[in-house]
């Protein structure tokens, strides 16, 4: 790693940081803070590998966030902190992080944002997070590791820690930093996996039917304590896409990114994914996107052209929403070298009445080692991880509401058999500060 990359990792975060509205002291603060205690059991809260034990648990979760507003100005910073104590065969697990987006309208037709973040937990704590998401700046970005083009799961099941390529100034999307992403391999060892992120995005309009995107990204991750099986990584990334609309219901477009990983011990790897993009609204409340292109990919052990694809089915209504993403493409992981990775996510949500509502998600994703392989990784097997929850909340007061979650975990392909992961929570969760 040379300094120059180091200075420039370090120096993209602190823009990013520092990068929020000018003149933020003139601006519309809005602090809010969510305050999540609750408890509940696991039958294998680490998904440890051999026999499981489980044990019943109480977590605390703690969300602060601040959101700047103006007439062309925008910002957030939030943060995270969750802890869970085990009463029975388990050490404390404790996880934290912040994120910083910033986003401004240079006139009409152009804006420009940037992003920061930073996360810290155990890889695959048994949905530890799951009352604790984290607002990242509006990105399509790689969700679950993969490399460019829609992410996996850009509502539930994306991962900070990763490559986070293609930003585009769209709403904030909601990521779940307790995804495991490409790392499936490390679950079961309790590995901490410490992640940093920064980049800048933007978009032009040149006309009222065609627009520019670009972006630029670096990132991030180690693996303290890990005896050197985790190979720590830094990431650059680039990327620009182009859209036109055919008509008040679709559009076409073309988007390439390009990644470089660079391993603390093995090769760098380099991955170009050029794509063609197309939306249409299906109906008043059905919306499809897709992505299809190629990947090249050069690992430093062998190259090789992969096809690559995603998509998105959503619905949204009065009173619920749902959400259909599937996605095939290369991933990098903690072993090193590239792998392909599927995924498949469904995300629903349901206003039963008033003051009721019920939520549910599930994905699978499997890696597999279709492209090549590194050293690093001997297993030689294709792995798999799933995982679902149920919640209904129902609102006790104007900011204070009950939940209780169902979570089911499995892993595959680990080399060692490994019990699922079964468990509740309840809790009570409490919001201060925000929009009046």
Known sequence: MTMVRKH?????????????????AAQNLVPSATVTVGGGYSSNPFLGRGDSKGSANAQVTVTPRLDIIDDTDSGVISGFYNRTEYFNGYDANDGYGVNVSANHAINTRTSVGVFAGYDSQILGAGGAFSNAPVILPGTIGTGAGGIGGVGTD????????????????TNPVIIDPGVIGGDIGLIGLRQRRNSLNA???????????SSWNFGA?????????????????????????????????SSVGLQVS????????????????????????????WSLNLAVGVSYVDDGFSSNVTPSANGSLCRSSERGNFCLLVARQ??????????????????YSYRLAERTSLSANA???????????????????????????????????RRLSAFATALYRDVNGLGVPTSADLGGRIGLALTVGGRQ
Do not use: K, M, W
Request: with cysteine.
């Open 258 to 285: 390009g990644t470089v990983v660079d391993y603390a011990r093995v090769p760098s790897s380099r991955f170009v994914n050029p794509q063609v993009t197309y939306s249409r609204l299906l109906a008043e409340r």
């Open 8 to 24: 420039l990792l370090i120096g993209a975060v602190a823009t990013a940081a520092c990068a929020l509205p000018s003149a933020v």
């Open 217 to 249: 990204n670096v990132s991030r991750n180690s693996y303290p304590d890990s005896s050197g099986l985790a190979i720590s990584s830094r990431s650059y990334g680039v990327n620009t896409g182009y859209t036109r609309s055919l008509s008040e219901r």
């Open 154 to 169: 850009p509502v539930t099941g994306g991962t900070t820690g990763a490559v986070p390529v293609v930003p585009v100034p």
């Open 330 to 347: 290369p991933s990098v992981s903690a072993f090193g070298g590239a792998r392909n990775q599927t995924s498949v996510s469904a995300n």
């Open 363 to 397: 994905s699978y994703q499997r890696v597999s080692n279709g492209i090549s392989v590194s050293p690093a990784d001997t297993s030689g097997r294709d792995q798999g991880y799933i995982n679902a929850s149920a919640t209904v909340n129902q609102q006790l007061a």
């Open 199 to 209: 980049g800048i995005f933007g978009s032009f309009r040149p006309s009222e039917v």
